[in-house]
């Protein structure tokens, strides 16, 4: 609330007004023109970088249980129809923050967040033990 005011928790999304909460109108219209400021910002570039680290879903281990899709704050996992009969689960990796709560919500283990597998984090912990 107080860093961004504007901001959603969805990337692109900005909120005012009485969306907000209840407020006096001035309040109100100066939020808008900040939100409008906001999305001047996002409309206003030819490309947007977005996050690297984001989840990657192994189909073949995948049953396409959903539980990632309950687990995931920002609607970025989607179940998806492979073929008949066969449903997985799909990453929209613009949305995707990588907090890792599908990976943890994952009873197969098929989602994982890319460069943070348990080999390479367990590989990272085992080196610095070492040291
Ligand atoms: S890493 Fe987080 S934001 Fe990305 S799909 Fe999984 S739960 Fe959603
Ligand atoms: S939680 Fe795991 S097994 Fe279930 S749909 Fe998501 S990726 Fe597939």
Redesign the pocket.
């Known amino acids: 609330m107080k860093l961004r005011p504007v901001d959603f928790a969805t990337d692109g999304v900005f909120v005012c007004g009485l969306a907000h909460y209840p407020k006096p109108i001035d309040e109100s219209i100066t939020q808008a023109q900040a939100a409008a400021a906001r999305a001047a910002t996002v409309l206003s570039r030819k490309t947007i970088e977005v996050e690297g680290v984001v989840s990657a ?3 073949n ?9 309950e ?1 995931c704050p920002y609607g970025a ?1 989607e ?1 998806v129809e492979l073929s008949e009969g066969v ?3 799909q990453i929209k990796e613009a949305l995707c923050k990588g907090c890792g709560a ?1 990976a943890v ?7 994982g967040i890319r460069h943070f597998t348990d080999h390479e984090v367990l590989t990272m912990v085992e080196a610095a033990l070492c040291e």
């Open positions: 879903v192994d189909q281990l995948c049953r396409g249980c959903g539980l990632c899709v687990a996992p179940l449903t997985v689960s599908c919500a994952c009873p197969t283990g098929a989602a």
